[in-house]
């Protein structure tokens, strides 16, 4: 892999986080699994709390809309007096592995996993992994001047608790800020020229770094500059991808315009 001259318009990198600053596995064999292995000790841990309550009640709520579904796992009422609270919460766990295994993305269910999540992240059980050339290559580029931002399909919460409590410590002034799928989605060109309004200034200042073709593509279609990130466990490339792209394996590849 070569070196990556950064073109002398860029001001600002915005960064995606799983396969570029981050592992792919991290979510999928750290945070998912977390879930599944936690959700009964902390159902009971946190039971009395109104937050925990309200999660309950919204997965309840959502239970219902989904008794026709294959598998379904209804969730009695607790509040009636019908069953007893050993039961309910069972149920909780049974319902959220069932929506789990179906890689469902309810709101009931991603509320609870968000709470899960914070609460993981604030107690040290969990952290936030980012590769170890990120954050030397960060520190620089802000150095030289640059704006960094973060575009993750993951909530801005999730992007702030990953980066607030990482393995290399609160990373949170690293950044000038963050945007998820509320300003559009990745793969689409309009999300582009939308966050280079938002950050006031005009694509050709952008570039962005990420795993997957199809969003540098639609970064590219709005102005912004694009190099492709290989990482460990990254979907391959094709050789057609490899040639129509910059590509880089880490971020140390990266090399600023000299200012002389
Ligand atoms: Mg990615």
Not at 56 to 77: C, M, N, R, T, Y
Not at 100 to 114: F, I, V, W, Y
Not at 122 to 134: C, I, L, N, P, R
Request: aromatic letters at 8%; charged letters at 25%.
């Amino acid at each position: 892999m070569g070196r990556l001259a950064v073109p002398p318009t860029v001001t600002a990198f915005l960064l995606d986080i799983e396969g570029t600053t981050t592992p792919i596995t991290f979510v999928k064999d750290v945070l998912f699994p977390y879930i599944k292995d936690n959700v009964k000790e902390y159902l009971h841990k946190h039971w009395e709390e109104e937050q925990c309550q309200e999660d309950v009640s919204q997965l309840q709520k959502q239970a219902e809309i989904d008794a026709h579904l294959d598998g379904f796992v209804p969730i009695p009422s607790f509040s009636d007096g019908t069953a007893d609270l050993q039961t309910v919460v069972q149920a909780v766990v049974d319902n959220v592995h069932w929506q789990m295994s179906l890689d469902r993305k309810t709101t009931a269910l991603k509320q609870l996993q968000g709470h899960m999540w914070k609460s993981a992240y604030v107690s040290a059980q969990v952290k936030g992994e980012v590769y170890e050339d990120v954050v030397p290559a960060i520190r620089k580029w802000r150095e030289a001047g640059m704006k960094v931002y973060i575009y993750s399909s993951g909530s801005i919460e999730a992007q702030k608790l990953l980066f607030g409590y990482s393995i290399e410590g609160d990373l949170l002034k690293l950044f000038d800020g963050h945007f998820d799928t509320t300003i559009g989605h990745k793969v689409e060109s309009e999300s582009y020229r939308n966050i280079a309004k938002c950050i006031k200034c005009s694509p050709e200042n952008i570039l962005f770094l990420t795993d997957i073709i199809k969003e540098a593509k639609a970064a590219e279609e709005a102005g912004a500059h694009v190099a492709v990130v290989t990482r460990p466990g990254n979907a391959a490339l094709t050789d057609e991808e490899k040639s129509k792209y910059h590509i880089i394996a880490s971020f140390s590849e990266i090399a600023l315009p000299t200012t002389q």
